[in-house]
C-alpha cells in the first residue's frame, strides 16, 4: 500500500513535515522500503503521525477498513459476548480461538520515539496492574530480560509469545533496547496473556483450545475492562484506540480461528476471495507473514475501525460459520456417488 499511495505528489508534500516528536516521513515510510514484502508498509512513529502525514495515512486507512476521511470511530460497545455463541460446538473444523485488542498508554510515545526509561516506566507501571488482577485473570509477570532462550521458543512455538527480531519492526526503528522492558504476563491457566511493548504498548489476548467464540471474548472484555480501572489508554475521536500501525486502529480487535478447511483450500486464490467477500483475512499457521502449515490457517476479522467491538466479532463469526457451511458444502459433493 505505500508503493500505492506514495505518489510523486504526496511525496512532494510530505517529505519536509515533521512532528512534535521531530518524526519525519522517513520514519513513518522505513519498514516498507526495507520490506517489499510488507502488506502495508507503514507506521505512524508517534502518535501525531495519523495527522501531520494523513495525505497518506488517510487512503491507506481508507482502502484497509473501508474508513473514509470524513467518517468517525463509534463509541466502544462491546455488546453481550454471549449471543456469539460457539462457532464449532462438535469440534470438527477449529483447533483455537483467540480474540486480541492493542492498547497505547497515555502519555508514552510510539515505538520509534520511546526512549530507555519510557519501556521500563512503562513496564514496571502495567506489570503492577496485571499482577493485581484475581480470580481467573491471576498471573505473572515475565520479562524478557532474563528469561532462557529455550523459555521463549517454546511460549513462541505454543503462539502465546511474540517472536524476536521481526525485521518489519526493526526497520520501523521499534526493537531498540531488546530485551529491556519487553515481556509477557500469563494467568494460571494461559487463557489470558498481555504482551508487553512488542508493536504495540499492550496486546491483550484471551484464547483457548476449540470455537468457544462467547467465552473467550466474554474473558478478553472482563479483563480489559478490569484494567481500564487502573490505566488510561489513548483514544482518539476519530480514529478511536490509537495504535502503531494503521491496520490495528479503532477497535483494535484481531479476533481469529486456527481453523483447518482441506477442500477450500485446496484452490488457495479462491479461498482467500471468499474470506475477503466475508471482510476476512487469512493468515498463516504461526501468524502475519508466515505459511500455512499441515493445513491449518490463521482466519480473523480484517477490518478494526469504523465498526464497533461487538460488531467486528459478528463480522468474524458469521464469516467464519459461512467457510464452515462451504466446507460442508464440498464435503458432501465429494461423498455423493
Ligand atoms: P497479532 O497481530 O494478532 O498479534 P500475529 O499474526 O502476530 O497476530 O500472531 C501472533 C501469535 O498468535 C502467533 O503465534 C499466531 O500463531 C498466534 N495465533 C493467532 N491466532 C491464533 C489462534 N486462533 N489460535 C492459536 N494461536 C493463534
Ligand atoms: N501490523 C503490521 N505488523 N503489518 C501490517 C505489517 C505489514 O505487513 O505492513
Redesign the pocket.
Known amino acids: 500500500m505505500l508503493k500505492k499511495y506514495l505518489t510523486r505528489e504526496v511525496f512532494e508534500l510530505l517529505k519536509e513535515r515533521k512532528t512534535s516528536y521531530g518524526s519525519t516521513l522517513l520514519d513513518v515510510i522505513r519498514s516498507g522500503l526495507c520490506n517489499p514484502d510488507s502488506h502495508i508498509g507503514i507506521y505512524a512513529a508517534d502518535p501525531e503521525a495519523y495527522v501531520v502525514f494523513k495525505e497518506l495515512f488517510n487512503p491507506v486507512i481508507e482502502e484497509y477498513h473501508g474508513f473514509e476521511s470524513s467518517s468517525s470511530q463509534p463509541e466502544t460497545n462491546w455488546g453481550n459476548p454471549e449471543e456469539l455463541g460457539n462457532l464449532d460446538p462438535d469440534g470438527a473444523y477449529i483447533?483455537?480461538?483467540?480474540v486480541?485488542c492493542a492498547r497505547s498508554i497515555e502519555g508514552y510515545p510510539f515505538n520509534p520515539t520511546m526512549n530507555e526509561t519510557h519501556y521500563l516506566d512503562l513496564e514496571k507501571k502495567v506489570s503492577g496492574v496485571l499482577e493485581s488482577l484475581t480470580d481467573d485473570l491471576k498471573g505473572q509477570y515475565y520479562p524478557l530480560l532474563g528469561m532462557s532462550r529455550e523459555t521463549q521458543d517454546q511460549l513462541?512455538e505454543d503462539?502465546f509469545l511474540?517472536k524476536e527480531g521481526d525485521r518489519f519492526l526493526e526497520a520501523a526503528n521499534s526493537n531498540r533496547f531488546w530485551p529491556k522492558g519487553r515481556g509477557i504476563f500469563f494467568n494460571d491457566t494461559k487463557t489470558f496473556l498481555v504482551w508487553c511493548n512488542e508493536e504495540d504498548h499492550l496486546?491483550l489476548i484471551s484464547?483457548e483450545e476449540g470455537g468457544d467464540l462467547a467465552t473467550i471474548y466474554g474473558r478478553l472484555v472482563d479483563a480489559v475492562s478490569r484494567i481500564e480501572r487502573e490505566i488510561s489508554f489513548s483514544r482518539n475521536s476519530r480514529l478511536g484506540y490509537l495504535t502503531f500501525c494503521p491496520t490495528n486502529l479503532g477497535t483494535t480487535i484481531?479476533a481469529?480461528?486456527?481453523i483447518k478447511l482441506p477442500r477450500l483450500g485446496r484452490d488457495f486464490e479462491a479461498f482467500q476471495e471468499m474470506a475477503r467477500k466475508f471482510y476476512l483475512q487469512v493468515?498463516g499457521?504461526?501468524?502475519?507473514h508466515t505459511e500455512s502449515e499441515d493445513g491449518v490457517y490463521?482466519i480473523?476479522n480484517q477490518r478494526r475501525l469504523g465498526l464497533t467491538e461487538f460488531q467486528a466479532l459478528s463480522e468474524m463469526r458469521d464469516g467464519i460459520l459461512q467457510l464452515i457451511e462451504q466446507e460442508k458444502a464440498l464435503e458432501g459433493t465429494e461423498q455423493s456417488p
Open positions: 483447533i483455537s480461538t483467540r486480541r513462541i503462539h511474540f496486546r484464547m484481531r481469529s480461528v486456527h493468515r499457521t504461526r501468524g502475519e490463521d480473523s
